[in-house]
């Protein structure tokens, strides 16, 4: 089936080439919010390939991006009322930056489209556009050596082309830089909270079962004012770590996620401490400091995946010493908690 | 808004002055602003904004750059000490999840 997006065909040297509409359909919003909170976000793919937009010519410049169908979305909305290629690259559905850490989005993968879709029959400029965050899978010196065509690197940003176009395809200084604000961590939170799949209903399961044991046997009891407690406090420590603390991330003290992760935990658990909600016992107020704490590190450390400006040796760094502290922590809080069922 | 920063002094960014030719391709990929110019020759200015994306180095034409680059990702890591390989997040090709 031809996708909506798809509004009729372009002839050229080298066949017809698909034109493509410049809006967004309700479709085509829906599918982006579902794919921001995870649904179908591993297959949302749109067909690798040369793409027209408007009525372009031979001088028409050429956008390279990933079939991850966000991507291209977010380009051909940029390119509205500009006659333009757009050169679709097989990213197995990732978007521009993961695919090029990962070189799918890569030299080879250029060079092989420029090819295969002959380029240089249909254009007579030899250029093409790739967005900057392309550039960690491809060397611009080597297709040039590979195919003559020259690699002019975009904004960062699809919405920032139409300046960049406007002032001569140069990118300034501001549309080279990756900053992380408000509203793009906020985009990211839907997706961490997904980060947990079905261990969210299996864990907090697993806790009603074990609330209910205590040295009588078995309390049905037991299981829901203690079980109810348990999942409370867990899925405070998941919002903590997946939610409070990549939105306020610039905010919270300290450089290391996980830190910063462990304060927003605490001073949830400090908060549930003055509601009576974290226990009735020390024991139990204690280990749920510690797995709520754990939890909260953990995720927030996670978020460094996510985060723009987080190296590799930095989090490996960072890694070394939190990961095995929050598995200490989470183990003898589990204990802890189980223990004081029997007290 | 000022810029995040993470750990410093842990970057394996490094520049062979003798070998650039001063073309700016670093200035032009970085998405961080790291490298400075001046008489004619890029510069490290800002290392501890490096996040090793490796962009700079596979786009000078002179191998003058040199970055142990990958992904700065705790379940890239994670995924790489089970497996026994580098960091990956794992995104291409196949079903599990991504960054």
């Known amino acids: 089936m031809k996708p909506g997006f798809i509004n009729g065909t372009i002839t050229t040297p080298n066949g017809e080439v698909p034109s493509v509409s410049t809006k967004w359909s309700r479709q085509d919003v829906w599918s982006t919010i579902k794919v921001r909170w995870s649904f179908g976000r591993n297959n949302y793919q749109v067909r690798p390939g040369l793409y027209a937009t408007g009525s372009p010519y031979s001088t028409s ?20 009322g500009m006659n333009a290629w757009i050169l679709v690259l097989d990213t197995k559905g990732v978007n521009v930056w993961c695919a090029a850490g990962k070189g799918t989005f890569g030299t080879r993968e250029l060079v092989y489209r420029i090819r295969a879709h002959k380029l240089d029959k249909i254009i007579d400029h030899q250029a093409v556009i790739v967005p900057q965050l392309g550039a960690t899978g491809i060397s611009a010196h080597e297709v040039k050596t590979q195919t003559g065509f020259k690699v002019i690197y975009g904004p960062v940003r699809a919405a920032e082309i139409k300046t960049f176009a406007d002032s001569g395809y140069k990118a300034t200084p501001e549309m080279r830089n990756v900053k992380f604000p408000l509203r793009e961590r906020i985009k990211l939170i839907p997706v961490e909270l997904t980060y947990g799949k079905y261990y969210l209903l299996l864990v907090p399961a697993v806790f009603f ?130 223990i004081t069922r029997f007290i | 808004m000022k810029q995040l920063t993470y750990l410093k002094n842990v970057v394996t ?17 970085c998405p961080h602003e790291v490298f400075g110019f001046s008489e004619k020759k890029a510069f490290i200015k800002n290392k501890d904004q490096c996040m090793e994306c490796g962009a700079c180095e596979k786009n000078c034409p002179e191998g003058a750059i040199s970055v142990r680059s990958g992904v700065g990702c705790v379940a890239g890591i994670i995924n790489g000490i089970m497996r026994g390989s580098e960091p990956s997040c794992d995104c291409s090709g196949t079903k599990s999840d991504c960054c």
């Open chain 1, 61 to 80: 410049k050429v956008y390279v991006t990933a079939n991850f169908k966000l991507s291209f979305d977010h380009l051909r909305r940029a390119l509205d």
């Open chain 1, 209 to 338: 079962i074990l609330a209910g044991l205590n040295s009588h046997g078995y309390s049905i009891d037991a299981a829901w004012s203690n079980g109810g407690r348990a999942v409370i406090n867990l899925m405070a420590a998941y919002v903590a770590g997946c939610v409070l603390t990549p939105a306020f991330l610039p905010w919270i003290p300290f450089k290391r996620f996980s830190l910063k992760g462990l304060t927003v935990g605490w001073l949830i658990a400090i908060l549930f401490l003055f509601l009576n909600l974290l226990g009735s016992s020390i024991f139990e107020k204690i280990s749920w400091f510690l797995i709520v704490g754990a939890i909260s590190a953990f995720l927030a450390m996670n978020f460094t995946g996510s985060s723009t400006f987080t190296s590799l040796s930095g989090v490996r760094k960072e890694m070394k010493l939190s990961l095995p502290l929050q598995i200490i922590a989470a183990a003898i809080g589990l204990i802890g908690w189980f």
């Open chain 2, 13 to 29: 960014l490094e520049l062979d002055l003798q070998k650039c030719n001063g073309c700016k391709m670093c200035i032009t990929v």
